[in-house]
């Protein structure tokens, strides 16, 4: 399956800080009904992701009923995003 959307990028000030970009809720859907076939716990989804050039593998995170993409900092400096840039993200789910 493959999926591409737009989000804000954001931080989660937690114990171990992240960027996101959450999953719209049409996208969060189609990536439930899958989510059995792909998860390996915790309903975390492997994913290929890109924004622009940059691609990484990384999983998406479960959240108040939705999904979460992190963001890692080194596609961060690759594509010169700060915190509140919206980003076109494309995934790959399964990957």
Do not use: Q
């Amino acid at each position: 399956m493959h999926l591409e959307f737009s989000g804000e990028l954001w931080f989660w000030r937690g114990p171990a800080p992240w960027h996101f970009v959450t999953v719209p809720e049409e996208e969060c859907g189609e990536l439930a009904a899958t989510s059995s076939y792909v998860t390996y716990g915790w309903g975390m989804i492997p994913v290929a992701a890109r924004i622009g050039a940059t691609e990484w593998a990384t999983s998406l995170w479960p959240k108040d009923g939705g999904y979460i993409v992190p963001v890692k900092a080194g596609v961060r400096r690759a594509e010169g995003l700060e915190l509140g840039d919206v980003v076109t993200v494309g995934l790959d789910v399964g990957a």
